[in-house]
């Protein structure tokens, strides 16, 4: 057996981004945000820092978790979706865990879902035994079937997944899901959620003990600064008063409701700071509630 592979200290931190897709632009914007810049190498593969001893390195999504456990990287930002797979994927073989999501950052934001033809009703999970399941997911998938004592056969594709029970091939899918038109066109319907998705910082659960701790230290508190203030939004709305708690209860995580000076009795203006993403659903919400006139505004800075 060779001896373990001791990788060299160094004295920059590297940081695996997408080269391209759907997380790479959101990826640099939320780095550039953080007071870094680089000079990109002729190839366009790598990104030498230049505000700080922090470079970058253009990859494919999939292949982050195995350089940060590699460490050929010392940090990625990935789906969560793909690093729970490949981490699925070592547990299942017996590997030991080498990397693990360090952070959240408040985009690329999907679930991973079992989708069923629409003409089936649905029972719950335990329909899905003995069921051939499409997915671009095995390891995740099998993990959630094994926690609820499921045999069903787990049909792994690496793409067009949302097209197998026409094809015959399956009975169902385990698909990631945004907007959920793919499964609309292909007469599917979500019935479980697996994995609430988004990209993620990952890094080494053996954290590096050289100046790349503090770098990393460093990343971690201006992420922390610009995610919180990135996911603060000022809602304003007119309501009557009548539907105040019921808005509230769908506002878990903002602060309490101010209510603003009006020469209006029954119509009453109201704002709020609120923490997290505000979605079209959650607006559609509130306007079910009672509420009119919703706003949201960006907050670009705030005093304590």
């Not at 953080?34 to 390195?57: A, M, Q, T």
């Not at 990625?76 to 693990?100: C, K, T």
């Not at 907007?179 to 990952?202: C, D, M, Q, R, Y």
């Amino acid at each position: 057996m060779s001896p373990t592979k001791v990788m060299p200290a160094r004295d920059r931190l590297r940081i695996a981004i997408q080269k391209s897709g759907r997380l790479a632009e959101p990826a640099r914007t939320l780095l550039t945000a953080c007071g870094l810049s680089w000079r990109e190498s002729r190839d366009k593969l790598f990104c030498y820092g230049e505000s700080s001893p922090v470079d970058l390195l253009l990859v494919r999504d999939d292949d982050i978790p195995g350089l940060i456990a590699d460490g050929v990287c010392d940090l990625g930002i990935v789906g969560r979706n793909e690093l729970e797979e490949q981490a699925g994927e070592r547990r299942r073989a017996g590997l030991p865990e080498l990397y693990h999501e360090w952070r959240g950052l408040g985009f690329g934001q999907c679930r991973l879902m079992l989708a069923i033809p629409e003409e089936w009703d649905w029972d719950g999970p335990a329909q899905l035994q003995d069921k051939r399941i499409a997915t671009s997911y095995p390891a995740v998938l099998a993990d959630w079937l094994d926690a609820r004592n499921i045999d069903a056969h787990v049909v792994e594709l690496s793409g067009s997944v949302e097209i197998a029970p026409k094809l015959g091939t399956a009975d169902m899918i385990c698909d990631l899901v945004s907007s959920g038109a793919t499964l609309v066109a292909n007469h599917l319907k979500p019935v479980e959620t697996l994995l609430e998705s988004e990209a993620v910082l990952a890094g080494p659960v053996r954290e590096p003990d050289d100046i790349r701790a503090s770098l990393a230290a460093m990343l971690l508190r201006r992420l922390d600064g610009v995610t919180a203030l990135k996911d603060r939004k000022l809602l304003m709305f007119r309501a009557k008063n009548d539907y105040v708690a019921e808005l509230e209860r769908l506002l878990p995580d903002a602060d309490p409701l101010t209510r603003l000076p009006s020469m209006e009795d029954e119509w009453v203006p109201f704002q709020t700071m609120c923490h997290g993403v505000i979605t079209w659903q959650r607006l559609e919400e509130l306007e079910r509630a009672g509420a009119q006139g919703l706003m949201v505004l960006a907050v670009e800075r705030t005093l304590a």
